[in-house]
C-alpha cells in the first residue's frame, strides 16, 4: 500500500516569494493534516481536514497561509508571501474514520532565503 | 531537561518474549501519542491516550493521568516489530517527542 506523498521533498525561495506543497494522503483515509515542524521541535498542527471540510484551522496563520483540499482527496498547503521564518519541515499525515493512527508523509523541507 | 523521558533507549529481545516501553512527562497534556517508525520509512502513530489503556492487536499501550507515566507493551514479540518508538505528548498544538526507543527483536 502506497504511504502519504508529499512534494516537493525539498524547496529553497527567497523571502517573500510564493510557495506551494502537495500532499496525496492514503487511498481512503478521509482525514488530513498539515504539520510545521521547527528544527529540534515536535510537530505542530497547522489544519485538519475532514472530507474537504477545514474542521481545526485556528493555528493556521491565515494572513499569509491558505490550504484546501477541494476534492476531498489531496491537499495544497500554500505561503505567500514567504518569511524567513517559515522555514521549517512541513508534515502532511492522514487517518481513516474512526481510526487514532496517523500515517506521516516524508514532509516538505523549506528553506526561505 | 526534557520534558518526555523514554526508557530504555536501546532494547534487543528475542521472539516471543513480552517487551515494555516506559514513557515519563512533566508537563500537564492533552493526550499521549506512540508512535512507531521503521528504519528508513515513515512515522505511523499507534496509539493515542487520554486515559486507561487501548488494545490494538499485540500491541498494548497504557497510561496513569495521575504519575504522569505512560507505557508501551508488546506481546508475543515478532522480528518485524523491530523498529523505534517514539512517546510524544500532546498539549492540543504542539507535541513534545521522547528520545525513542529502538527496539530489535532476533529470530
Known amino acids: 500500500e502506497a504511504g502519504v506523498v508529499q512534494s516537493p521533498r525539498y524547496k529553497i525561495i527567497e523571502k517573500k516569494q510564493p510557495v506551494a506543497f502537495w500532499c496525496n494522503p492514503i487511498s481512503g483515509h478521509n482525514t488530513l493534516y498539515w504539520y510545521l515542524q521547527n528544527l529540534g521541535q515536535g510537530p505542530e498542527l497547522l489544519i485538519r481536514y475532514e472530507n474537504e471540510e477545514a474542521v481545526d484551522d485556528s493555528q493556521l496563520p491565515k494572513d499569509r497561509f491558505s490550504a484546501e483540499r477541494l476534492k476531498g482527496v489531496d491537499s495544497t498547503l500554500k505561503i505567500q508571501p514567504a518569511e524567513l521564518g517559515d522555514s521549517a519541515v512541513y508534515l502532511c499525515?492522514?487517518?481513516?474514520?474512526?481510526?487514532?493512527?496517523?500515517?506521516f508523509g516524508p514532509g516538505t523541507r523549506l528553506t526561505v532565503l | 531537561k526534557n520534558e518526555v523521558e523514554q526508557s530504555p533507549q536501546n532494547l534487543t529481545a528475542q521472539e516471543g518474549e513480552f517487551i515494555t516501553i516506559n514513557c515519563s512527562y512533566s508537563?500537564?497534556?492533552?493526550?499521549l501519542h506512540w508512535l512507531q517508525q521503521h528504519p528508513g520509512g515513515g512515522i505511523v502513530s499507534l496509539f493515542m491516550l487520554s486515559s486507561g489503556k487501548k488494545k490494538h492487536g499485540r500491541l498494548i499501550a497504557t497510561i496513569n493521568i495521575q504519575e504522569k507515566h505512560s507505557s508501551l507493551h508488546i506481546t508475543a514479540s515478532h522480528p518485524r516489530d523491530s523498529a523505534v518508538y517514539i512517546c510524544?505528548?500532546?498539549?492540543?498544538?504542539?507535541?513534545?517527542f521522547g528520545t525513542g526507543t529502538s527496539l530489535t527483536v532476533i529470530p
Open positions: 510524544a505528548v500532546d498539549l492540543g498544538n504542539q507535541f513534545y
Open positions: 508537563v500537564g497534556i492533552s493526550a
Open positions: 499525515a492522514s487517518s481513516s474514520e474512526g481510526t487514532d493512527t496517523q500515517y
